[in-house]
């Protein structure tokens, strides 16, 4: 089965770069969604598979690809940006999900 | 401003039939371009894809789950269900409907509270 490979955890200082991979093979010629779950919350939606931003979400949030690896970027995180993040990509007609990564602010 | 609300029973017993009602409100199922999906989430763990249905009655499920599903829709109602069968302690997770993919724009855009489902006798 295909699967995306997310690391666990992330920790970033307030106002620093943060940076989430999510990596699969022929992730290079799919494209990949980006999903927040602030804790006890539903998954928004923070990045679409054209890697733009739908609307009322920050500036700061961005997402490139480069070969099988696509990234989620969050520039001048704040405390507020604290949650699971989950990449998305399809596989054929199947939507798959990234195992999550936890972005810890402090 | 779509909305979904899941609703069903929070507790079913090992090999029953676990039923959820998802209603959708702010916009049409039957409009058309968006399917509708069921998502659960395992305790701590991360997202896994049930299905989805578009307004025709057009199903996909999830291969894993597939033998065990059940997605319909009341465009009638605005709403859809799931059903999955011979649960066990396994199936015990948050249940979440969701718009999407759409027919343009294939990401999950709008999302229920999500609603916990306990398998246990």
């Known amino acids: 089965s295909y699967d995306l490979t997310q690391p666990p955890s992330v920790s970033v200082s307030p106002g620093q770069t943060a940076s989430i991979t999510c990596s699969g093979d022929?992730?290079?010629?799919?494209?990949a969604s980006w999903y927040q779950q602030r804790p006890g919350q539903s998954p928004v939606l923070v990045i679409n598979q054209n890697s733009q931003r739908p609307s009322g979400i920050p500036e700061r949030f961005s997402a490139s690809k480069s070969g099988n690896t696509a990234t989620l970027t969050i520039s001048g995180t704040q405390a507020m940006d604290e949650a699971d993040y989950y990449c998305q990509a399809w596989d054929s007609s199947l939507p798959l999900f990234g195992g999550g990564t936890k972005l810890t602010v402090l | 401003q779509v909305q979904l609300q899941e609703s069903g029973p929070g507790l079913v017993k090992p090999s029953q039939t676990l039923s959820l009602t998802c209603t959708v409100s702010?916009?049409?199922?039957?409009?058309?371009?968006?399917?509708w999906s069921w998502i659960r989430q395992h305790p701590g763990k991360g997202l896994e894809w049930i299905g989805y249905?578009?307004?025709?009655?057009?199903?996909y499920y999830n291969p894993s789950l597939k033998s065990r599903v059940t997605i319909s829709v009341d465009t009638s109602k605005n709403q859809l269900s799931l059903k999955l069968s011979s649960v066990t302690a396994a199936d015990t997770a948050v249940y979440y409907c969701?718009?999407?993919?759409?027919?343009?724009?294939?990401?999950?855009?709008?999302w229920g509270q999500g609603t916990l489902v306990t398998v246990s006798s």
């Open positions: 969701a718009r999407g993919p759409g027919l343009v724009a294939t990401v999950f855009d709008y």
């Open positions: 022929t992730l290079g010629d799919k494209s």
């Open positions: 249905i578009y307004y025709t009655g057009s199903t």
């Open positions: 702010g916009g049409s199922i039957s409009s058309g371009g968006y399917y």
